[in-house]
């Protein structure tokens, strides 16, 4: 069954790729049908959120028999954001192809193409902070609420249209977001005191990242315990093995239809989270185990068990899902599949990540070296990835390191000017980068300051 259906998707995506369609056989048809798509976008979902990819503690035990059959990228990231909430431009990335920090081009939306390409599509997910705008161009555009809810949306539509036209399936929930829903059976799955703090857990972030007082960062006092981390680990574990069983409850619904074993699916995290890493909890970071480090993993016919280090973004799942579809790719797209990476007729896609927050955090990385520049207190991180996988050594200090921050930082310029961003590396009057738990409030802009001189006055 895989090795026809590996032949299949390699021959689809042979024309838009210029592959040669191998697996041990001629290419197929031209009129082969399209495989099904289910993709599941987890709110907040960490690089390390499931069991199968390498968390010890959670239970997925329905995601995991995914990962583990599928082809995992354990570099992916969502590009950036210029807003608090990171998941806006995510999933407008995702439903695009183009970067947040380029103007909207006309070049068709992921709905509208899968639409035009024949699939039966809906969109179940949460409403607040998405694109609705452009997500109403799916067949069906729902909100369920809870994962239950988008998981009943899902599988009404499943039992409606199998098998008179491919589905396009997205499922996109609020979990394990804060404030971790769950039902209460769900809580007691997990022990506070038996869950390990991250391994660079600090009790508070050492300097002013520019965003340390925002939403994420206020969930918990500082500065942060042990007790207070690991609680609030036991509810986000418990918020994901909820959405898992729904997820399971889908799968369930493709299997009793006849379409499980002719649906690719594709788990991602529209953004990552701390939880404790750093001493910080939110998602405005640039650090591996912070806002812009997702899952992303394919599964399915035409997928081989893997993985890689390549790098990968987020809006690179429009193009692939186009290619593993046979459907061509409308032109304009900053994304680039990722079809020769998971084929295995390329070792990347990309030689650099480039990942911004705000005006405040610029960050660029290679194989093996990750900077970060905090323009507004001139301040500089460097990273060895391969030998500091939690980034617990900066080692910007060091003078044997200098040759190695100009480079990152020339590559990090031309990464800006690539994608059009006008934030400065170097400001002229850099601020205090200082700062401690009794900072009640760290530094503001212009507007935040004028705002709070109108309401004293």
């Not at 799955?189 to 660079?200: G, R, S, T, V």
């Not at 480090?293 to 429009?318: C, N, Q, R, S, W």
Request: charged share 20%; net charge positive.
């Amino acid at each position: 069954m895989h090795r026809r259906h590996f032949t299949m998707v390699l021959a689809l995506a042979a024309g838009a790729l210029n592959l040669p369609a191998t697996a041990g056989s001629a290419a197929a048809p031209a009129a082969q049908p399209k495989p099904n798509v289910c993709l599941i976008l987890a709110d907040d979902l960490r690089p390390d959120g499931l069991h199968a990819l390498g968390n010890s503690v959670v239970k997925t035990p329905h995601l995991d028999k995914l990962v583990q059959q599928g082809f995992i990228f354990r570099c992916a990231y969502t590009q950036g954001s210029n807003v608090p909430a990171v998941c806006v431009p995510s999933r407008t990335m995702i439903q695009t192809g183009q970067s947040y920090l380029h103007a909207r081009r006309s070049a068709p939306t992921l709905a509208q193409t899968v639409k035009a390409a024949g699939f039966a599509s809906i969109r179940s997910g949460k409403f607040g902070n998405n694109p609705n705008e452009m997500d109403k161009d799916f067949d069906r555009h729902l909100d369920g609420q809870t994962a239950e809810g988008h998981a009943d949306n899902i599988i009404a539509f499943i039992q409606e249209n199998a098998g008179k036209k491919p589905l396009f399936l997205y499922m996109a929930p609020h979990e394990p977001h804060d404030p971790q829903y769950a039902p209460s059976r769900y809580y007691p799955m997990y022990k506070p005191e038996d869950i390990p703090l991250p391994a660079a857990f600090l009790p508070y972030h050492p300097f002013n990242n520019g965003e340390m007082m925002v939403r994420d960062e206020n969930t918990l006092p500082r500065p942060r315990t042990k007790e207070s981390v690991t609680g609030k680990l036991a509810r986000y574990y418990a918020s994901t093995s909820y959405l898992d069983d729904q997820v399971g409850r889908i799968f369930g619904a493709l299997k009793q239809a006849g379409q499980f074993d002719n649906t690719v699916f594709i788990v991602a995290g529209d953004n990552g989270l701390s939880l404790g890493e750093h001493g910080l909890l939110g998602k405005q970071n640039l650090y591996e185990f912070g806002g812009m480090h997702v899952p992303l993993v394919f599964a399915g016919p035409g997928i081989p068990k893997g993985e890689t280090a390549a790098l990968a973004y987020l809006m690179d799942i429009f193009p692939t899902i186009c290619d593993l579809t046979g459907t061509p790719i409308p032109a304009g797209l900053d994304a680039k599949s990722l079809a020769p990476v998971i084929a295995g007729k390329a070792s990347k896609v990309r030689a650099c990540v480039f990942t911004a927050y705000r005006h405040v955090q610029r960050a660029i990385r290679d194989d093996r070296w990750k900077l970060i520049r905090y323009p507004q207190i001139d301040k500089t991180q460097l990273f060895d990835l391969q030998n500091d996988p939690h980034e617990m050594n900066d080692l910007a200090g060091k003078a044997e390191f200098a040759d190695r921050i100009k480079e990152l930082t020339a590559l990090l310029e031309k990464s800006q000017k690539e994608y059009g961003d006008g934030c400065p590396l170097v400001v002229a009057n850099p601020r205090n980068g200082a700062w401690s738990p009794e900072v009640k409030e760290p530094w503001v802009g212009p507007k935040a300051k004028r705002e709070k001189q109108k309401k004293r006055s």
